[in-house]
């Protein structure tokens, strides 16, 4: 065995470990959470197994369902909408020609960029100023704004790899702006609007800085009531809610991972 062959081997092996310690550390909180969502004693010492928990969450949390209707209402809408607009930012951005059009690109991130204590003061002081009651309607504005910025970046990456002599050959055959925009560019890009679209909703169910400023009586979030949940000690139920919606969250990402694998293959 010569010397680059011992040193190929060596950095595998040390690459491997690196990455099977890096997803030990980030998955044994995961599993914590999930062992002691079926303890039955309340602490952290096992008492034997149990599904307590789970039955106080699904029949003894009303707030909490309260609280996640919210949560699904605002990612649902803010994340349509976001999607909607995001991708009409980036198809016209790529194709039209205006003054102005590197600076309004620009602005287009900082949403993204900026820390989201200074989203949320900024979106507390607007609706302050122009009256706005706080509520669903400003958490739902909220994190449109914020959402907005993933999927643009999303449709334009997809969009520099774009084919524009497929737009010339629609055109060459008699088809006009919309058909064009409604049969030629958005099918293709219809992997990239999905996963901004899922990547919004996954952004919006977690955010807590942003709606604490925004929100208002009523209008609570999840990550809004399960922080008020930790201030008085952690309860097991927030284990089996957690349990529940990575399980959840694991049958979305599967079943979306085959469907743009299907899409992306045919377009």
Known sequence: MNYHTYSKKSSVSFSYTVLALTIVFLFIPLFVVVFFSFNSAKGMQWQGASLIWYEKLIFDSPSLWAAFKNSLIIALTSSLTATMLGTLAAIGIKWYRFHGKSYITTISYLPMVLPEV????????FFSAVKIRLGM???????TTFNLPFVFMMVSARLDEFDYSTVEAA?????????????????S????????????ITMSLEDFVITFFVSGPGSGTLPLYVYSMIRYGVSPVINALSFVMILGTMVIAF?????????????
Not at 137 to 143: D, G, K, L, P
Not at 189 to 200: E, K, N, Q, T
Not at 257 to 266: D, E, N
């Open 137 to 143: 309607f400003t958490i739902f504005v909220a994190h």
């Open 118 to 125: 200074i989203i949320g003061i900024s979106m507390l002081i």
């Open 171 to 187: 055109r060459d055959l008699g088809a006009n702006e919309r058909q064009t925009l409604t049969k030629v560019i958005i099918p």
């Open 255 to 267: 079943t979306f991972r085959r469907f743009l694998k299907t899409v992306a293959a045919s377009s």
């Open 189 to 200: 890009v219809i992997p990239a609007i999905l996963s901004g679209f899922l990547m919004c």
